[in-house]
């Protein structure tokens, strides 16, 4: 049994490609750092290679040893990767706070918000010219990235607390977003190197091994990557 994810960027694209993504929703894209995610790569990888990246983890010294070689991911690295800003405050995966008109006016009904969920309200407002809807919508397609790839937990949901922050959407500048990806994925890489190493002493059951939630797609990309320049070297 390989370590999973959830991170799947194919479904955002795919699931982008087919709605017809409104001026009035491009010029307030472009006022959230997330504008730089409305076209992103096809990036697609197996589970071999997280399982073998998440192998390679050594907990005491909080690197990866790839070909000999000791590579940190840092939040400058995810930053440099998908593009939002490494400071600011971090946001909290972890809070307890569900307050969020978002949520209240889609989801009141709910604690589990699923990537499905949110492109079906999205459709709802695409061809809506209130100024509400158009802004709301733009908060759903920010959750909608959250859940497809930047931050995707449990059966690829979005995290409730992160809702709330898109509630004033000039306020999204300020918060470090590469921190709260790299954050999220090293805390899921522990978690399963753990279970690696009882899987390889044999003293696993199927059940044990898990996820690492979060975008596994920058691990995947800055690990191979650095791996690459290191071997050019």
């Not at 073998?52 to 590579?71: A, H, L, N, R, T």
């Not at 079906?120 to 959750?143: C, G, Q, T, Y």
């Amino acid at each position: 049994m390989l370590v999973q994810h959830r991170c799947f960027p194919i479904y955002y694209i795919t699931a982008m490609d087919g709605m017809e993504v409104r001026e009035c929703h491009r010029r307030l894209m472009k006022k959230t750092p997330f504008n730089i995610l409305v076209n992103i790569p096809r990036i697609q990888f197996q589970s071999e290679l997280l399982d073998v990246i998440v192998s390679s983890y050594k907990s005491d010294g909080d690197f990866f040893e790839i070909g000999g070689q000791p590579i940190s991911l840092t939040p400058e690295d995810v930053a440099l990767i998908i593009g939002l800003p490494a400071f600011g405050e971090t946001p909290n995966l972890n809070s307890s706070s569900t307050k969020s008109e978002l949520k209240k006016r889609f989801f009141s009904d709910t604690s589990i918000i699923t990537r499905a969920a949110l492109k079906e309200s999205m459709s709802h407002l695409m061809n809506s010219d209130d100024p509400k809807d158009i802004e709301d919508f733009v908060r759903l397609w920010i959750a909608f990235i959250f859940a497809s790839f930047l931050f995707p937990i449990g059966h690829y949901n979005c995290p409730i607390p992160l809702l709330g922050l898109l509630d004033n959407l000039k306020s999204t500048w300020k918060y470090a977003w590469s921190v709260a990806i790299r954050d999220q994925l090293m805390e899921g890489v522990r978690k399963q190197r753990a279970c690696i190493t009882m899987r390889d002493e044999g003293q696993y059951s199927k059940s044990s091994m898990g996820y690492v939630f979060g975008c596994t797609a920058v691990l995947c990309v800055s690990i191979t990557s650095l791996e690459k320049m290191y071997m050019f070297f």
